[in-house]
């Protein structure tokens, strides 16, 4: 098997070319090169290996580029819980955890939960939890519930907001990870891909600054950021997207000379949103989310699949709720994505999709960080701008055709439902982008 490839020739890059040109039959090898728009990124729809970025990279090594993990390419399944009453999430969070969920995203949608309840027969030495609360107090009480498995658990502070000294100090003891950078955020508002990672790492930046000024070291510090990062349905790019993001951050913090190799790795949620989803075509929804959850799956450490009807008016379905939690669980037990790892590693195209989107984000974080970073309000008011353009060519694109989805601005279904959207949350004061609500024109 080591001397496989001794039995083929050689093919230079120039050899393939004129191969290439062969095969095109008298058209010219630009018919091959394409232009992204919405990306503003070139690229070609062949690569060989002489234009290679990262031979020398395995998986585990600086930079972080093929990720952290050595052993197997195992995700957690996440699973969404939105807390109305402590006796109703109980009972979801061990109904989710018996179908195959091994990661519970606790939202707090309720003033003073009583925690105990909730998290009843919950044992969370054996999964990993998230938890969006609104206070240090609630966060203490969820410490000292997880006891010996805090370190299993995360907050979802998020780094754009203040959130005073007591969390500081409470999380310094705890050393739980608790500050989240919302990459996803300001996807769901239509950014590209390189403006998502930009945005992350300006915003993780200043987290490790004001950490850093707080007394955490850099090692500290860094254990108490992790990354919410949107998917979208562009397979390759999202795949190169998370690459990027562990590569350029693992430069951040190589910046403050850290003592272990650990903190050079990022903690990646992937969240399947609704940028894209239909609620007239629950099958096409079904393939775009397993599309999607294939990208993350590439590197993520764990995967959130978001019913697509969550922010419909009737509210999230048992079938798609089943479905959303199910598709990771496919991906693991039936196609085994969870043994390969860095499955991407050593494709030509994804490395150099990685090298171009990684080179645009560098650069804007580095123009956002020397105009004072994203906490300025000037800076984030150009992200902001930067973002509602984006946002703007992708809803020209669909409501024009120019980009099709099905189910959405083509072949919709014609057993149309009558559910409608309710508002998908914006965030940082922008509107979420939800191809769905669009206008669009007569279909054929």
């Known amino acids: 098997m080591n001397n496989l490839f001794q039995e083929f020739p050689s093919v230079n890059l120039a050899e393939w070319k004129d191969k290439i040109v062969k095969d095109l039959k008298g058209k010219e090898l630009s018919v091959l090169d394409f232009n992204d728009p919405i990306e503003e990124i070139d690229y070609r729809a062949f690569y060989h290996k002489e234009e290679r970025t990262d031979n020398d990279l395995t998986p585990g090594s600086f930079p972080a580029t093929r990720g ?86 995360s907050f979802c502070f998020d780094a754009m907001e203040s959130h005073g000294e007591d969390l500081i100090t409470l999380m310094k003891d705890s050393q739980t990870a608790t500050y989240v950078v919302n990459g996803y955020g300001v996807q769901r508002c239509g950014a590209n891909t390189w403006q998502e990672i930009a945005f992350c790492l300006s915003s993780g930046h200043e987290t490790l600054v004001k950490l850093i000024e707080a007394g955490f070291t850099i090692d500290e510090a860094a254990a108490q950021v992790h990354f919410h990062v949107g998917i979208g349905s562009n397979y390759f790019n999202e795949i190169a997207k998370l690459r990027s ?12 000379n850290p003592e272990h ?55 999230s379905t048992e079938m798609a709720e089943r479905m ?76 024009s055709g120019k980009s099709t989805l099905i ?33 669009k024109p007569e279909t054929v």
């Open 68 to 153: 952290s993990k050595t052993t197997n390419n195992d995700w957690s399944n996440g699973a969404l819980i939105i807390v109305m009453d402590e006796k109703q999430a109980n009972e979801k969070a061990l109904d989710l955890l018996m179908k195959g969920a091994d990661m519970l995203c606790f939202i707090s949608h309720k003033e003073n939960i009583d925690w105990d309840k909730v998290l009843n027969e919950v044992q969370l030495e054996y999964i990993r939890t998230q938890f969006v609360v609104d206070s240090a107090q609630e966060a203490e009480k969820i410490v000292s519930i997880a006891g010996t498995a805090k370190n299993r658990i």
């Open 245 to 256: 993001l562990r590569q350029l951050w693992s430069k951040v913090v190589a910046a403050y």
């Open 261 to 315: 190799a650990c903190s050079y790795n990022s903690q990646i949620t992937a969240v399947i949103g609704h940028t894209n989803k239909s609620l007239r075509d629950p099958y096409t929804n079904l393939l775009r989310q397993t599309t999607e959850t294939m990208s993350a799956a590439s590197s993520a450490d764990a995967v959130l699949v978001l019913p697509y009807d969550l922010y419909s008016e009737n509210g």
């Open 324 to 399: 959303a939690l199910n598709i990771s669980n496919l991906l693991k037990e039936e196609s085994y994505l969870h043994h390969v790892i860095d499955a991407p590693g050593g494709s030509y195209s994804v490395e150099q999709l990685t090298e171009k989107i990684g080179r645009k984000s560098w650069e804007r974080f580095q123009k956002m960080d020397a105009e004072g970073g994203v906490l300025n309000s000037d800076v984030l008011d150009a992200v902001k701008s930067e973002v509602e353009a984006t946002s703007s060519l992708r809803m020209e694109a669909y409501a």
């Open 407 to 439: 189910g959405v601005n083509k072949f919709p279904d014609p057993m149309e439902q009558t559910t409608k959207w309710n508002e998908v949350p914006g965030y940082l004061g922008m509107k979420a982008f939800v191809a769905d609500t669009i206008q």
